[in-house]
């Protein structure tokens, strides 16, 4: 029995009956933000391995927001209610996961391990001289909680089982986030502003059930599109060899509808990402030795069939509005990497958490993953951060060279695949407090951890046992692989 489970739990809700009590005096709508997030994180320590992937999903989806009107910028400050909740749960979560892993096997800190929390602490320092604090706020939320996740996943993710149930998990999320997209542009959300409750004059509590942020032609923000969908896509893939007839039919279906929502966004990096990314894969996975040009012309034909349906159908969306725009991206953002440099000219620790949006109000910062952190937190984040990044790409290409067993290869190329189109469509887009990128970091390196061990295991023998299994019983051939084999 758990015996952190009590204890725990009445922590939680003790933390949050009080609160949501409160809230409920002021509005009804927040208390009941507030009472569905208590038990939804409750529930979360009482199931903790269940409870880690409701918070590895909850990245997704994080729609009960409060907002402030900012005097800095034209934009208003979103702070989902389940981000300010993550620094009380991801602590307790973590210690529930802890308690049950083996007496003398807590997890050993690596020194890749080492600069995200570095990151997090020096980028919240730096709040200190931002340019723009209550957007440092809510990147610093989602700083932390995307830090959180990353650890978080090095305590669950230590088996093949969990590995498995993860990437199942980020697939199933994954599909649900495309369908709230496309509700974001197709389907009228303004019935949705009644449930909005003015708290004072400044505060706003909103229970959006729909994403927020349509764009013209497209489904919200192509930085979530761009990344997640291509990350969610290589989730499928990796699952796809051992899935059943009717999974299988699930994954065949979803990708065309998953490539298409990446489509609609417009955004021109987002799907040249996508696009080089499984090229990539398609030329360098061993898997697919001998069927490299039947599978690349299988992902052309069914490329310019998707866009040619998205031309058809939603043709009306993409002449509705920001035409313009989209053509004069190249000129904002050379407009926005210029203003940067010379803010580093002046200060060179930067413009402080969050404090460059500032400086290209009314969009949300340098549009450059690169840029993005060294215009906010100068060249001491910017190392840090690039650091990590290397530091991952280093490990991941030194697993898929020592790495033999194909599953686990498989899971490494697909993974290897989503980043490389996060880090091409970085150039362009997407931000250092992201969630997702995080995520996929975090189980990039559980990956890499979960091969080296089994190949140590392998290459120094198991254990011996009394009745260790045949070769014949413990080996199965692996039709992917002419010469390789599949530890069962």
């Given at each position: 029995?758990?015996?952190?489970?009590?204890p725990?739990?009445?922590?939680?809700?003790?933390?949050?009956?009080?609160?949501?009590?409160?809230?409920?005096?002021?509005?009804?709508?927040?208390?009941?933000?507030?009472?569905?997030?208590?038990?939804?994180?409750?529930?979360?320590l009482?199931?903790?391995?269940t409870?880690?992937?409701?918070?590895?999903?909850?990245?997704?989806?994080?729609?009960i927001?409060?907002?402030?009107?900012?005097?800095?910028?034209?934009?208003?400050e979103?702070?989902?209610?389940?981000?300010?909740?993550?620094?009380?749960?991801?602590?307790?979560?973590?210690?529930r996961?802890?308690?049950?892993?083996t007496?003398?096997?807590?997890?050993?800190?690596?020194?890749?391990d080492?600069?995200?929390?570095?990151?997090?602490l020096?980028?919240l320092?730096?709040?200190g001289?931002?340019l723009?604090?209550?957007?440092?706020?809510s990147?610093?939320?989602?700083?932390?909680?995307?830090?959180?996740?990353?650890?978080?996943?090095?305590?669950?993710?230590?088996?093949?089982?969990?590995?498995?149930?993860?990437?199942g998990?980020?697939?199933?999320?994954?599909?649900a986030?495309?369908?709230?997209?496309?509700?974001?542009?197709?389907?009228?959300?303004?019935?949705?502003?009644a449930?909005?409750?003015r708290?004072?004059?400044d505060?706003?509590?909103?229970?959006?059930?729909?994403?927020?942020?349509?764009?013209?032609?497209?489904?919200?923000?192509?930085?979530i599109?761009?990344?997640?969908?291509?990350?969610?896509?290589?989730?499928?893939?990796?699952?796809w060899?051992?899935?059943?007839?009717r999974?299988?039919?699930?994954?065949?279906?979803?990708?065309?509808?998953?490539?298409?929502?990446?489509?609609?966004?417009?955004?021109?990096g987002?799907?040249?990402a996508?696009?080089?990314?499984?090229?990539?894969?398609?030329?360098?996975?061993?898997?697919l030795?001998?069927?490299?040009?039947?599978?690349?012309?299988?992902?052309?034909?069914?490329?310019?069939a998707?866009?040619a349906?998205?031309?058809?159908?939603?043709?009306?969306?993409?002449?509705?509005?920001?035409?313009?725009?989209?053509?004069?991206?190249?000129?904002?953002?050379?407009?926005?990497?210029?203003?940067?440099?010379?803010?580093?000219?002046?200060?060179?620790i930067g413009?402080g958490?969050?404090?460059?949006?500032?400086?290209?109000?009314?969009w949300?910062?340098?549009?450059n993953?690169?840029?993005?952190?060294?215009?906010?937190?100068?060249?001491?984040?910017?190392?840090?951060?690039?650091?990590?990044v290397?530091?991952?790409?280093?490990?991941?290409?030194?697993?898929?060279r020592e790495?033999?067993?194909?599953?686990?290869r498989?899971y490494?190329?697909c993974?290897?695949?989503?980043?490389?189109?996060?880090?091409?469509?970085?150039?362009?887009?997407?931000?250092?407090?992201?969630?997702?990128?995080?995520?996929?970091?975090?189980?990039?390196?559980?990956?890499?951890?979960?091969?080296?061990?089994?190949a140590a295991?392998?290459?120094?023998?198991?254990p011996?046992?009394a009745?260790?299994?045949?070769t014949?019983?413990?080996?199965?051939?692996?039709?992917?692989?002419?010469?390789?084999?599949?530890?069962?």
């Open positions: 029995m758990d015996r952190l489970a009590t725990l739990n009445a922590t939680l809700q003790l933390a949050l009956a009080l609160p949501a009590a409160l809230a409920i005096l002021i509005s009804p709508w927040l208390g009941v933000g507030l009472v569905a997030l208590l038990w939804f994180y409750a529930a979360s009482r199931w903790p391995l409870g880690f992937l409701v918070v590895y999903g909850a990245a997704l989806l994080m729609n927001n409060l907002i402030t009107d900012s005097p800095l910028r034209a934009l208003g979103r702070y989902p209610l389940a981000l300010g909740l993550a620094p009380l749960l991801l602590p307790l979560l973590a210690a996961l802890l308690a049950r892993r007496p003398g096997a807590a997890p050993t800190i690596a020194p890749l080492t600069l995200p929390p570095l990151l997090l020096w980028m320092a730096s709040y001289w931002s723009d604090p209550l957007h440092g706020t990147m610093g939320l989602n700083l932390a909680f995307g830090v959180g996740l990353y650890f978080l996943i090095q305590l669950y993710v230590t088996d093949r089982r969990a590995l498995t149930q993860t990437l998990f980020t697939f199933v999320w994954g599909l986030l495309a369908l709230m997209l496309v509700l974001s542009n197709k389907v009228d959300t303004g019935p949705l502003q449930l909005q409750v708290l004072g004059a505060w706003r509590f909103e229970p959006s059930l729909i994403l927020y942020g349509t764009r013209a032609g497209g489904f919200a923000p192509p930085q599109a761009g990344t997640v969908t291509t990350f969610v896509f290589m989730a499928g893939c990796a699952l060899p051992e899935c059943g007839g999974a299988r039919l699930v994954l065949a279906l979803s990708a065309p509808w998953l490539i298409s929502n990446l489509l609609a966004t417009g955004s021109k987002a799907a040249g996508f696009v080089i990314a499984v090229s990539a894969f398609i030329a360098l996975y061993p898997g030795r001998g069927r490299r040009l039947l599978t690349g012309l299988g992902f052309l034909v069914a490329l310019v998707i866009m349906f998205n031309v058809v159908v939603f043709r009306a969306d993409r002449l509705a509005s920001g035409a313009e725009v989209n053509e004069l991206s190249i000129t904002f953002r050379l407009e926005f990497w210029e203003a940067g440099l010379a803010l580093l000219g002046e200060r060179w413009a958490l969050g404090g460059f949006a500032h400086l290209v109000d009314p949300p910062g340098a549009h993953y690169y840029f993005s952190i060294l215009f906010d937190a100068g060249p001491v984040g910017t190392l840090l951060l690039l650091g990590f290397l530091g991952v790409v280093v490990e991941l290409a030194r697993a898929l790495t033999r067993d194909p599953r686990l498989r490494l190329y993974l290897a695949t989503a980043l490389l189109a996060l880090l091409i469509h970085a150039t362009v887009d997407f931000s250092y407090d992201s969630a997702f990128s995080w995520m996929l970091y975090g189980l990039i390196v559980a990956t890499v951890r979960i091969a080296r061990r089994e295991s392998r290459y120094n023998g198991p011996p046992t009745h260790a299994p045949t014949s019983a413990a080996v199965v051939p692996d039709p992917e692989h002419d010469d390789a084999t599949r530890w069962s």
